[in-house]
């Protein structure tokens, strides 16, 4: 089991930046691929970035490309939002969830939220024009 808590999200002025963390439990989380994903009321759930679990490489949702930094550090066994140049558009519920099978998957599988086996609870995220 694999319980992970999200927090840094709040209220801020666009233009502004905010940094998400998200503190994952367990033994093996350099193993886990992470992502997060975002929802927004009335809208579904969708992809915002994630990273791999051996090389950490990163992958961005084109409305997030360029201002959003998705980052981990195996040691505290916690995975980061950094994001910039907020927009009202992002304000959102944050989620980070992890990916722990065994089987390789693909960038583009990755994306979708329906690999994932654990999520947070979430943290709103408001960016006020």
């Known amino acids: 089991q694999v319980q992970l808590v999200e927090s840094g999200g709040g209220l801020v002025q666009a233009g502004g930046s905010l940094r998400l963390s998200c503190a994952a439990s367990?033994?093996?989380?350099?193993?886990?691929?992470m992502g997060w994903f975002r929802q927004a009321p009335g809208k579904e759930r969708e992809f915002v970035a994630l990273?791999?679990?051996?090389?950490?490489?990163?992958y961005y949702a084109d409305s997030v490309k360029g201002r959003f930094t998705i980052s981990r550090d195996n040691a505290k066994n916690t995975v980061y939002l950094q994001m910039n140049s907020l927009k009202p558009e992002d304000t959102a519920v944050y989620y980070c969830?992890?990916?722990?099978?065994?089987?390789?998957?693909?960038?583009?599988?990755?994306?979708?939220?329906?690999?994932?086996?654990?999520w947070g609870q979430g943290t709103q995220v408001t960016v006020s024009a």
């Open positions: 969830a992890a990916e722990t099978g065994v089987l390789g998957r693909t960038p583009l599988g990755l994306r979708s939220r329906s690999v994932y086996d654990y």
């Open positions: 990273i791999t679990r051996s090389a950490g490489i990163t």
């Open positions: 367990g033994r093996t989380f350099s193993s886990y691929n």
